[in-house]
């Protein structure tokens, strides 16, 4: 009643803005698993059927083959005939109870079909029809996949991808990444050692970087022996020396793992996370991330952060679309060539600087440079020439003036 | 906190809405929503195969077990008609298949609920997005990385089986941990049936056909018919005049009233020699028919899996370069390392794509690379380059106070640098 009002009403109550969270996951979840509940009891319930059946007929087949041993002309036996055409009805009607309860499936399968086509989006025309990605494209495409692979760590991988995309790679190429994969791949069989020493080998770069790397190896070792051996542990923490003023915090919720060291505490205790297998994951991203910057490639994949951008962007833009504020949207991508509204990624994928002028609200270029007033505020050349009145402007956000010849150019 | 204060303070209010409507947009709208509909469409699409051949099979084999049955019922009222052992035998066979019948029935049922399983591996999966998203998890924690991580290798893996990387795929879906999560079976399927098609063989993908014949007429493909027609134009191609008639004969003639001008066409090309430069018969001996009914049979089994023309890998990664690229990415002195447009082969790829829409100022320290904001505001050196205050600092504090643009290397006092105030 208290929603109908609202709604009568045209106001949002606060129950109606929870409703806006999106249960769609939940709704096909639940389809499923009634579906599932369906079938398995059909699945029981043909067992029993089947299996009885089975062993009637078989009865009766067994009566009639002794029937044949011991009467002269058991057809003309009036029961026998009778109980004949019995078990043919039998035979018919659990047959067809078996065919039609499995027919009744259908409706709860297909229910979950509904549920996947209501609740998430099957429009994604969000592009135009051309594809940027033709099959011009297709070759260096693949080159980026491989290099995505071998950065992973999947240098196997890139190399069946190689073969069988026939690209024209040598082993020149392949090479940088050979020793980066060695370490990735002892780390994932539990085996620092590679890795130890290839954090020796450069270490003054590492320093350099302020790269936690060496810090994260000692630790996993370090909480390895612990589990087994408190002194061997002890002994082991000598190596935090060196990382010590950098990682204090850490350090101490190490050390405080000692309380927790004996009978496997540890995984109740809050340091539970330095137990969990993901430690192993992290210290082979940073790995990662340290090799390439140390061989001049960018710390992140190129691919997965435009597949990750791409992920935010096209969430955004289908939103927009369905909130119907961006219908046409295909139609206004191909024909501009810049994006009809603004996503906003986060600072994460902020690689380049992007000046607005408040005023003309576009965006700067070479011949429109953004412009330093005398009072510290920042607009476009565009809108400086625009609010100049004689010799002087006033600044659109503050009362202090500023003369033709004082803005100064900026350079982001 | 301090920085949303300060915003306040400013007049930027609408900083602190912005994020709150973000989070709320992000719980109307997550992204699961936006791009998952075939990872779950999919299974659900097999699950229906498998439930339709199964219904099917069961069917069959009880009409195939109640056949003669009428006879035997009958004898019960008219015993002359049936002998005892003709009973017996009868009820021999109903035993032999009904025992038949067990063991296909048990194993449709095990595929269906195998299909079900796979359905609910996939949902876990985004249901382990959906609690990280409901648990306002900071974006750079790592289980976000590693669902991210998955997303990118299955999207990956897609545009993989799609081009005919086969073993690629494969070795990437075991190394990244996503069995079950991409559409291997349907890809296997299909490529058995592309590579006997281009060895100019019907046979398999006919057998294809008539199997999910229901379907195909649904969506009013005309793959089938597409198929007998080359079979029938390779026999006329082999000389085999006669063998073709009877072929025809026995194929085309229940066809419906739309392709019946495209079989008298064909009944035409009897009378034309395979070197004919009479049109159309001249395209109809063309071999690259075959490549034609190798595309229809690709756009025909996606549409029976509900699988998207595109890839979502493909719409994905224009979609994100698009939102990435700025003009200052084919500027030479503007580049940066870390972007992916300005660093790699992407920049080439991006090029005709649209530039991302800027309406809101945000500024990187060419320095540090970090975000110039309140917390580290953007501060002017005489000769007009910016710089953030963070990292002004930190040069002056090593060097007497004094900074060099690393820039234009002119060297200025540190108390000389003058504030930007950006809105």
Request: net charge positive.
């Amino acid at each position: 009643n208290r929603k109908m009002q609202a709604n009568i009403e045209g106001k949002p109550d606060g129950e109606e803005k929870d409703n806006k969270e999106w249960k769609g996951l939940e709704s096909v979840t639940n389809e499923v698993e009634k579906a599932a509940l369906k079938i398995n009891n059909a699945h029981q319930q043909y067992y029993k059927d089947i299996d009885s059946l089975l062993e009637y007929v078989t009865n009766m087949h067994q009566q009639f083959v002794d029937l044949k041993e011991v009467d002269q002309d058991p057809m003309s036996n009036f029961s026998i005939m009778q109980s004949l055409a019995r078990s043919v009805e039998r035979i018919k009607e659990t047959l067809s109870k078996i065919s039609s309860n499995h027919k009744d499936l259908h409706s709860s399968i297909s229910k979950i079909g509904k549920a996947i086509d209501k609740n998430f989006v099957t429009d994604d025309h969000i592009l135009s029809k051309e594809d940027v990605l033709d099959t011009n494209k297709h070759n260096a495409l693949t080159e980026i996949i491989c290099e995505h692979l071998l950065r992973l760590g999947c240098i196997d991988v890139g190399k069946t991808l190689i073969k069988e995309a026939e690209l024209d790679w040598d082993e020149s190429r392949l090479e940088p990444f050979t020793e980066l994969n060695q370490i990735l791949r002892a780390c994932r069989d539990h085996n620092l050692d590679p890795a130890m020493q290839w954090v020796k080998r450069h270490k003054t770069a590492l320093d350099a970087r302020n790269s936690p790397l060496e810090f994260m190896l000692h630790r996993i070792k370090f909480i390895s022996l612990l589990q087994d051996d408190e002194r061997q542990a002890l002994e082991y923490a000598r190596h935090f020396g060196g990382c010590s003023q950098r990682h204090q915090k850490e350090l101490q919720k190490l050390m405080a793992c000692f309380l927790f060291s004996k009978n496997g505490r540890l995984s109740t205790s809050p340091y539970a996370t330095f137990l969990s297998p993901n430690i192993w994951i992290e210290v082979c991203d940073v790995i990662v991330r340290d090799a390439c910057a140390m061989m001049g490639l960018p710390s992140e994949s190129s691919l997965a952060i435009s597949l990750n951008a791409g992920c935010l962007a096209a969430t955004s833009l289908l939103m927009l679309k369905s909130q119907l504020k961006y219908p046409h949207l295909h139609d206004v991508w191909s024909n501009a060539d810049e994006l009809p509204i603004e996503i906003d990624l986060g600072s994460k994928y902020h690689f380049h600087s992007a000046f607005a002028c408040p005023v003309m609200r576009s965006r700067s270029s070479n011949s429109n440079p953004p412009m330093r007033l005398s009072c510290g505020h920042a607009i476009s050349k565009e809108a400086v020439n625009k609010l100049l009145t004689g010799s002087k402007m006033k600044c659109p956000y503050c009362p202090q003036e500023t003369r033709r010849d004082e803005p100064k150019e900026l350079y982001f | 906190l301090a920085c949303r204060i300060a915003d306040c303070r400013n007049g930027r209010v609408t900083q602190t809405q912005e994020m709150v409507d973000k989070e709320a947009a992000r719980r109307e709208y997550p992204d699961i929503r936006a791009l998952e509909h075939s990872t779950l469409k999919v299974p659900y699409e097999i699950l229906n195969k498998k439930f339709r051949t199964a219904q099917k099979t069961i069917d069959r084999e009880v009409a195939n077990i109640l056949g003669g049955s009428n006879e035997i019922l009958q004898c019960s009222s008219d015993p002359s008609n049936q002998s005892i052992e003709s009973v017996t035998n009868f009820l021999g066979g109903v035993v032999q298949k009904l025992t038949a019948l067990k063991r296909k029935a048990d194993d449709c049922y095990n595929q269906e609920q195998g299909c079900i399983k796979n359905c609910k591996l996939r949902i876990n999966h985004l249901q382990d997005r959906m609690d990280q998203l409901r648990r306002d998890l900071p974006e750079d924690d790592f289980a976000i990385t590693i669902w991210q991580r998955k997303r990118c290798s299955r999207f990956i893996v897609d545009h993989l089986l799609r081009h005919g990387y086969y073993k690629a795929a494969i070795d990437l879906i075991e190394e990244a941990d996503i069995k079950g999560l991409c559409n291997v079976e349907i890809f296997d399927v299909a490529r058995k049936i592309e590579a006997s098609l281009q060895t100019k063989s019907v046979t398999q993908c006919l057998n294809w056909c008539i199997d999910n014949r229901s379907r195909l007429k649904k969506i009013k493909s005309s793959l089938e018919f597409n198929l007998r027609m080359q079979e029938f134009i390779e026999l006329i191609r082999e000389g085999k005049r006669l063998d073709a008639v009877k072929y025809a004969r026995r194929h085309f003639s229940n066809i419906d009233a739309g392709s019946r001008d495209l079989m008298k066409r064909a009944m035409g090309l009897l009378a034309f020699q395979i070197n004919t430069k009479c049109q159309p018969y001249h395209d109809m001996y063309n071999p690259q028919r075959w490549k034609m009914l190798l595309q229809q049979f690709r756009e025909d089994i996606f549409s029976l899996y509900q699988l998207k023309e595109r890839s979502m890998f493909s719409v994905v990664l224009q979609v994100g370069l698009a939102s990435l690229k700025t003009p200052d990415c084919y500027n030479e002195c503007n580049k940066n390392l870390q972007c992916p447009i300005c660093s790699s082969s992407f920049n080439e790829i991006a090029r005709s794509l649209p530039f991302s829409h800027c309406s809101h100022s945000r500024l990187v320290c060419k320095i540090s690379g970090e975000e110039m904001n309140g917390n580290n505001p953007p501060m002017m050196l005489p000769n007009g380059m910016v710089y953030s205050e963070k990292a002004l600092m930190k040069l002056a504090d090593s060097n007497h106070g004094i900074v060099t643009c690393p820039r234009t290397n002119a060297s200025y006092l540190f108390s000389d640098l003058k504030r930007v105030f950006l809105l």
